[in-house]
């Protein structure tokens, strides 16, 4: 049998690090990607563009709790509410995040991972 090996930029709980072992894939967390908000004045239009421009048919979506991170940036510059918005998230940390700018209705598409939730976009309503 080869030999497998996981490099990830993503923390793995020790539980499921163990399962890994015992079927014989080794896992190692590197964490050699960062992530940072950019707060220059060319983004800061182009978000202000995004925001103004939501209304109740807007449909987010994330894939990551990074992506959600953008909102914090947003949230200085953009006087929209934007609680109306609809969203689509991956379940789980991104979810629980999104609650912070949405409300729990608006959050109309939910998935375990970003395949499944782009599949469930397409079959939805928010097909122009």
Avoid: W
């Avoid at 940072?36 to 990551?64: A, M, R, Y």
């Avoid at 929209?80 to 995040?97: E, P, R, S």
């Avoid at 409300?103 to 079959?123: G, R």
Wanted: proline share 2%; net charge positive; charged share 25%.
């Amino acid at each position: 049998m080869e030999k497998i090996n996981i490099l990830s930029t993503k923390f793995m709980i020790e539980s499921e690090i163990k399962r890994l072992h015992e079927v014989g894939i080794f896992f190692s967390f590197h964490p050699f990607i960062t992530v940072e908000s950019k707060n220059d004045n060319k983004t800061i239009e182009k978000t202000k563009q995004v925001f103004e421009n939501t209304d109740n048919q807007t449909l987010f979506v994330f894939t990551s709790v990074n992506a959600l991170r953008f909102l914090y940036l947003a949230q200085k510059y953009v006087t929209k509410n934007l609680k109306t918005a609809k969203v689509a998230c991956i379940d789980g940390i991104t979810l629980q995040n999104s609650y912070n700018f949405f409300e729990a209705k608006n959050v109309v598409i939910k998935a375990p991972n970003a395949a499944q939730l782009a599949e469930q976009i397409t079959k939805s309503n928010f097909k122009k």
